[in-house]
């Protein structure tokens, strides 16, 4: 169990929201499927599609062509893609399937045909839109006001698993993340987090055996307690 919550994760839709947008882009789309770790959409198509995620999970990034930085993961019944109505150049953004992920991918001219014409379906698509830039406003201001090493240790601490204790003092996390993926979550380059792992290991708030980084209990206690209002 954990008592630190960071999620990467926009929040779930409702079955019925779901359901809905399932019913409406169905006619209009084609389906996708894709194997863990495919490439749902590259930078080239995001902007020429939208995506309804019919089942699975995916991870979202923004690159400059060298490094990138995680934007969030969607989950079942979510909207991606070029949502916007206006007409102009829209941020291109490279999405991953995590799991086995089935999507219906809508050719944007028919995405806003249906958008001009369902009432019902515009409400849910601004709606939808509101939840995208209310997550991205927090992430701002995590970029703006923590230093990279805070937000490191804040994906740490996310991680714990309290139920696993080694030592005595030490918490295991729940799930291996490499350099590759910490630095894209943080938005660093790998050598920059490779660095700060090497802090974090001599300030005594994190250890790495066999490979795997385990957090020290009264340094995690003290992160809770300094960042309770994250």
Not at 53 to 59: P, V
Not at 113 to 140: G, N, P, S, V, W
Request: aromatic share 8%; net charge neutral.
């Amino acid at each position: 169990m954990n008592t630190y919550s960071y999620s990467l994760a926009l929040a779930p839709v409702s079955p019925d929201t779901a359901a809905k947008l399932e019913t409406l882009l169905a006619p209009i789309a084609e389906l996708l499927e894709f194997a863990p770790r495919q490439v749902v959409c590259d930078l080239q198509d995001s902007g020429k599609y939208v995506y309804f995620l019919k089942s699975g999970k995916t991870a979202h990034y923004i690159t400059d062509g060298v490094d990138e930085k995680l934007l969030y993961h969607l989950t079942a019944g979510r909207v991606f893609g070029n949502l916007s109505p206006a007409d102009g150049r829209t941020v291109e953004v490279r999405a991953i399937a995590l799991e086995k992920t089935a999507v219906l991918r809508v050719e944007r001219a028919a995405y806003l045909k249906l958008l001009h014409k369902q009432a019902d379906f515009a409400l849910i698509m601004l709606t939808m839109q509101a939840d995208f830039d209310q997550y991205l406003t927090r992430e701002i201001d995590n970029l703006s006001f923590n230093s990279c090493k805070t937000r490191l240790m804040r994906i740490y601490c996310s991680q714990v698993d309290t139920g696993k204790i080694e030592d005595g003092k030490w918490y295991g996390l729940a799930s291996k993340l490499t350099h590759n993926e910490l630095a894209a979550i943080v938005g660093s380059a790998r050598v920059t987090i490779s660095k700060l792992i090497n802090e974090l290991c001599d300030d005594g708030f994190i250890r790495i055996i066999n490979r795997r980084a385990q957090v020290n209990m009264a340094a995690y206690e003290k992160f809770l307690a300094d960042h309770a209002e994250d």
